[in-house]
Structure formats: structure tokens, C-alpha cells
């Protein structure tokens, strides 16, 4: 029988010791992340956080109305309404006609003085969004309208 080499003496420590760091690295593979998402989990990022849910506006566009005002100034506006529910989109948009004769009644109400004031377009559209509420039967707690948005406005010259 031959004699053992010393090269098979050592390779069972050397086989052990390669199991070894095979073990470790497995390990470091495995635990590593695992270790990285349970950390995570405890650190508040601020893009992890949802944000405050606040109601998006629902805008209803609107046909361009056109009015005559008290002064005989001719006026173009295009109207997009804020509505809470879809109830009072579908009641607005079957009503669109009658809504604009309403959105028309108001403009009329005014001066070319009073539109053209620095208050003029907000004071027309709080105005509007009054008056679409009083002809909608809508309730205060939850009006029809939130909002009236006069996206372009045209003065005719005299």
C-alpha cells in the first residue's frame, strides 16, 4: 500500500474550510437583504408616507356663453364648474342649455366697470356659482357647484 500524501492529509480541513466560506457567503447572500427590508421597514421615508387624500376637483366644461351686460357691453366667457358628485355632473350636463341661460343672467347683471375691476372676474364667477346653485336646489352642506372657473374671458370693445 502506498503511502498517504500530504496533500490528502489536508483536504479534509481544506474541504471543511471551503464549506465553510461557501456557508458564509450563502448566508451573507440570503440574510443581507433580508436584514436591509426588515431595516427598512423601521426608517419613515417621505416618499413612503401617503399623502393627505383631499377631494380632486370634478370639472364640468362648459359651451361658451355669450351675454350682453347692463351697459350694453358684449361679453364671451368660456365656464368649467367644479362639482362634488356625479349626480350633479349628469343633472348639469342635462340641463347644459338652462345652465348656460343662468351663467348668461349673470353676466348680464354686470357693468363693463365691474368686470374690468381688479375684484371683477372673481366677484362674476362667486356670482355665477351662486346663482347655479340656487337654480340646481342645491343644499349648503354639499352645494352643486363648488367652484366656477372662467377660463377665457372677452370684453368686446365699444
Known amino acids: 500500500m502506498a503511502a498517504p500524501s500530504t ?14 466560506m ?8 440570503i440574510c443581507v437583504p433580508v436584514g436591509v427590508s426588515l431595516g427598512m421597514s423601521w426608517i419613515e421615508l417621505p416618499w413612503s408616507e401617503p399623502e393627505p387624500t383631499r377631494a380632486v ?33 349628469s343633472s348639469i350636463q342635462r340641463n347644459v342649455q338652462q345652465v348656460g341661460l343662468v351663467l348668461e343672467v349673470s353676466i348680464a347683471q354686470q357693468t363693463r366697470e365691474q368686470i374690468g375691476s381688479p375684484q371683477g372676474i ?27 372657473a372662467i377660463q377665457d374671458l372677452l370684453v368686446k370693445p365699444q
Open 7 to 20: 496533500s490528502d492529509l489536508a483536504s479534509p480541513v481544506a474541504d471543511s474550510r471551503r464549506n465553510l
Open 22 to 29: 461557501v456557508a458564509a457567503v450563502v448566508a451573507a447572500l
Open 57 to 89: 376637483p370634478e370639472w364640468v366644461a362648459l359651451p361658451q356663453v355669450r351675454a350682453t351686460t347692463i351697459d350694453g357691453t358684449v361679453v364671451k366667457a368660456r365656464v368649467a364648474l367644479d362639482v362634488p358628485s356625479s349626480s350633479a355632473k
Open 122 to 148: 372673481p366677484s362674476l364667477a362667486e356670482d355665477m356659482r351662486d346663482r347655479l346653485n340656487a337654480y340646481l336646489g342645491s343644499e349648503e352642506p354639499e352645494p352643486a357647484v363648488r367652484a366656477v
